[in-house]
């Protein structure tokens, strides 16, 4: 087995919340995510799951550089990156690209596409020969099911997935070895997902990416990850392998993910054992003592409240943080 393309060890990123105009003071902390670990194994695909403000995305931001990680660390091809500063992370920038949420928001409206897609060569230097530069954007617009000739068309003249195309094709005009996703079809209509997933698919067969997955589309996640982990309220709860987390969800919060997915058939749908899960999810600011999930588990214990259950290793690269696990 080879390393780990990235490896992420007790994460923490926090936000001071100040108050005061001319004299600020600290009144509290936004503990966005607060203890995450995983690796990532080249050629693989490791979905990130959860509810909205969970801390998916900050973890996306974070293994970027893109926000300063308070503590912990992030390795990137066995470099430390954890603490690197914009100089150092620059040469890195070509093997670590992402994809972001917005295709309208993303992409530059007063730029054509061909300088969209391009602008990173131009970044790195690598735009000098301009015949090169203009069959690198051509090959970049096919290999993303775009024609060559859409390069000199602006954002506004394409639909939602296939201005998400282009910027995936912006993201593999360095040749990136991992490419963060941060829910890059939650924004497109469903008719259009499939799609741009599948274009995530065959990118990674064909050029042998790793992919950071983030999504809280259940049935999206299934279709491309290789493993899954589930985070709630700045940690992860549970990972494993999508065969074992679909057939057998251990944590309490991944059954209820997994419950509140509608299935197509009317007659399973109505048969299926509902797992419900009340409340609001707590505040990251004051985040609940013990196991964070307690004050919404249908099974929570007394033990639950007062003790934070440790991620527990089943082997088959399986992991759980619950007390009913032997957490």
């Not at 966005?32 to 050629?43: E, I, P, W």
């Not at 530069?133 to 060559?148: I, N, Q, W």
Request: with cysteine; aromatic share 4%; charged share 25%.
């Amino acid at each position: 087995m080879s390393e780990p393309i990235l490896k992420v060890k007790d994460l923490k990123v926090h936000f001071p919340v100040n108050r005061g105009i001319v004299i600020q003071k600290q009144v509290a902390t936004v503990r966005a995510v607060d203890g995450v670990s995983f690796d990532l194994d080249r050629g693989e695909t490791l979905g990130l799951v959860g509810e909205s403000g969970c801390g998916k995305s900050t973890t996306g931001l974070a293994v970027l550089r893109m926000l300063a990680a308070t503590s912990g660390s992030i390795e990137f091809e066995g470099q430390d990156i954890t603490h690197f500063d914009k100089q150092q992370m620059r040469p890195l920038r070509r093997r670590l690209q992402m994809v972001y949420q917005d295709p309208y928001g993303s992409l530059n409206p007063r730029m054509k596409v061909r300088d969209i897609v391009g602008e990173p060569l131009e970044v790195h230097g690598l735009d000098k020969n301009r015949g090169e530069y203009e069959d690198r954007v051509a090959t970049l617009l096919s290999t993303v099911g775009l024609l060559p000739d859409m390069a000199d068309r602006y954002p506004h003249e394409f639909s939602g997935g296939q201005r998400q195309r282009i910027g995936i094709a912006r993201a593999l005009a360095l040749e990136p070895s991992l490419i963060i996703c941060d829910e890059p079809v939650s924004a497109l209509d469903v008719s259009i997902q499939a799609q741009v997933v599948n274009v995530f698919v065959e990118l990674q067969e064909r050029l042998g990416l790793s992919y950071l997955f983030i999504a809280h589309d259940l049935a999206v996640v299934r279709h491309v990850s290789d493993r899954i982990a589930v985070m709630y309220l700045g940690r992860i709860v549970e990972i494993a392998t999508r065969e074992d987390l679909y057939r057998e969800p251990l944590h309490p919060y991944t059954v209820a993910l997994l419950a509140a997915v509608p299935v197509a058939d009317p007659v399973v749908e109505a048969s299926r054992k509902r797992a419900i899960v009340v409340g609001e999810v707590p505040s990251a600011m004051n985040p609940p003592s013990g196991c964070r999930f307690h004050t919404r588990c249908p099974q929570a214990m007394a033990r639950c409240k007062v003790e934070d259950p440790v991620m527990r290793d089943l082997g088959g690269g399986r992991a759980v943080a619950c007390h009913l696990n032997g957490g």
